[in-house]
C-alpha cells in the first residue's frame, strides 16, 4: 500500500508492477546470481527452471499459457518455464486438498474452521485490482480498517481503484442488504497496522511518482503537502 500511495496510481492487467518488482524480479534475480556464478565454469548457457504453480482456470490470459515455453534463451541463460498443475482444475484442488485432509487458508471458508470453500474464490492480496465483486465484497467487510486505508489512497490521488469500479463504492455496496456475510471481522489493530497507515500517510504528503489519466474519483481531495490534481479526466471506462 505504501508503494501505491507512492506511485499515485493502482496495478491492473497489463500494468501489474506488484507482480514484476516483487514475484518476476526476484526470481530472474536470483537467475542473474546463479548464471554469473556457473556461466565461466560450464562453459555454455546456464540452464534455469522457472517452476510455477498458475493454472489455467484462473484466469483467460493464464489458459492461454502453454504449460511448457522457453522463456528466455542466449549466450548466458536459457529459462525454461513450466507450469505442472497447469490443467489442475479449481475443483479438484479442492477435492484433493479435502481428501488428503490438508488444511487451507480460512480465507476460502465463510468462517475459520468452516472448512467449506465459501469464502474468496482467491487467495491474493486481500483487497487486489483483479478479484470479482463477491471477493471484494467481502473482503471490505472483513477488513474494514484496510478498505478505509485504500479508499484515502484513491480519494487523495484522485485514481479508481481499478478502471470498473472505485473502492468508495466498493464500502458502501458493503453495507447494504445482501452482501456477503463476512464471517469474522479482522480489526487490523496494532502496531504493524498502524506502522503501515502512517507510512501510506508520510506517502500521499509527497507528489505521485506516476500519474495516470483517468477519470478522477468523485469527492476527491488531498492531504496538506500532497500532490493537488495529479490525475486529470479522461476517458470514462465503466464495464
Excluded at 488531498?222 to 479522461?234: F, H, K, M, V, Y
Aim: net charge positive.
Amino acid at each position: 500500500m505504501t508503494y501505491i500511495a507512492e506511485r499515485g496510481d493502482w496495478p491492473w492487467k497489463g500494468v501489474l508492477p506488484c507482480r514484476s518488482d516483487w514475484k518476476t524480479g526476484l526470481i530472474y534475480g536470483a537467475f542473474s546470481s546463479m548464471v554469473r556464478a556457473r556461466k565461466k565454469e560450464l562453459g555454455r548457457p546456464v540452464v534455469c527452471a522457472n517452476v510455477l504453480g498458475i493454472r489455467a482456470d484462473e484466469s483467460p490470459d493464464r489458459k492461454k499459457r502453454p504449460a511448457l515455453r522457453t522463456t528466455t534463451d542466449n549466450t548466458a541463460r536459457v529459462v525454461h518455464e513450466w507450469s505442472p498443475a497447469h490443467q489442475v482444475t479449481t475443483q479438484e484442488v479442492k477435492d484433493w486438498t479435502d481428501e488428503q485432509g490438508l488444511p487451507h487458508q480460512w480465507c476460502y471458508d465463510s468462517h475459520p474452521g468452516a472448512g467449506d470453500w465459501k469464502g474468496s474464490s482467491r487467495c491474493s492480496c486481500s483487497l487486489c485490482v483483479l478479484a470479482n465483486r463477491r471477493d471484494l465484497l467481502l473482503a471490505v467487510r472483513r477488513r474494514p480498517r484496510l478498505a478505509e486505508l485504500y479508499a484515502l489512497v484513491e480519494r487523495v490521488r484522485g485514481v479508481p481503484f481499478n478502471p470498473n469500479t472505485s473502492m468508495a463504492e466498493l464500502i458502501e455496496r458493503a453495507a447494504r442488504p445482501g452482501a456477503p456475510d463476512p464471517g469474522v471481522v479482522t480489526e487490523d489493530e496494532g502496531p504493524e497496522f498502524d506502522a503501515l497507515e502512517n507510512a501510506v500517510q508520510a506517502a500521499l504528503k509527497k507528489p505521485a511518482k506516476r500519474a495516470r489519466y483517468v477519470r478522477p474519483v468523485p469527492g476527491a481531495d488531498a492531504l496538506p503537502g500532497s500532490c493537488d490534481g495529479c490525475a486529470s479526466a479522461g476517458p470514462d471506462q465503466e464495464a
